[in-house]
């Protein structure tokens, strides 16, 4: 299993090339936790993979697209409304609070583009406080140690860990449910002791997370 990046469309798109002897024509697939994989055929060459990548750049920036995207706006799984008051007198923190499933936002008159980027600047507020807190908490459980955590707006992945044992979380998972959220930080979490997707790998997310394929099953497209 490799590493690669391509330039589509004045785009980095990053995906990871496995090899399987079981495998008979090429094939993509793209998921919350792994990103792009192309699984190739165990004597297809890089050059006919990349050239097949190529061929369907089309495909990966748009599922790409709704990898990263959802309709409405969502918080921990359920979908909530943005409500503008100009006069909202209670607490609120940074101009924005959130009861009974709505957002509320002290102003008016906001065009859905602005709406949005202040959607994901509370997300982001919220992702700061939320993931360092969980990650740490299952790290200690499960008896994991890692370097250090990011908060970061990725692209095509939702979740990465270096070899340097850093990992980084996309801020937008605060947008999904939270067994969701514990298993991409599950996921990331084994591949400190195993960088791969191999089955030893997979036994290892099973051991601490017995359903983790309802939830992986979720997140693919």
């Known amino acids: 299993m490799s590493d690669f990046q391509l330039n589509i469309n004045n ?38 993979a ?17 990898l990263n995207k959802r309709e409405g706006f969502f918080f921990l799984g359920e979908e909530i409304a943005i409500i503008q008051n100009p006069d909202l007198t209670k607490d609120f923190y940074d101009g924005l609070i959130i009861s009974d499933s709505k957002l509320f936002i002290k102003t008016s008159g906001i065009d859905s583009g602005r709406l949005t980027e202040i959607y994901e600047m509370w997300l982001y507020i919220r992702a700061k406080k939320y993931l360092p807190e969980r990650i740490k908490e299952l790290a200690g459980e499960h008896g994991f140690i890692y370097k250090s955590l990011s908060i970061r707006r990725q692209k095509s992945r939702w979740g990465s860990c270096s070899t340097r044992k850093t990992i980084s979380l996309n801020f937008r998972l605060m947008m999904f449910e939270k067994k969701i959220i514990d298993y991409v930080i599950i996921h990331e ?33």
């Open 11 to 48: 785009k980095q798109v990053k995906y990871t090339l496995k090899r399987s002897k079981k495998a008979k024509y090429i094939r993509m697939q793209i998921s919350i936790a792994e990103g792009l994989e192309i699984i190739i055929p165990h004597r297809m060459n890089f050059t006919d």
């Open 50 to 66: 990349e050239n097949f990548v190529l061929r369907k750049k089309d495909w990966i920036l748009k599922h790409i697209s709704r």
């Open 189 to 221: 979490l084994c591949h400190l002791k195993e960088m791969n997707h191999s089955k030893k790998f997979w036994n290892l997310v099973q051991s601490i997370l017995p359903d983790y394929q309802i939830h992986r099953k979720k997140l693919k497209y």
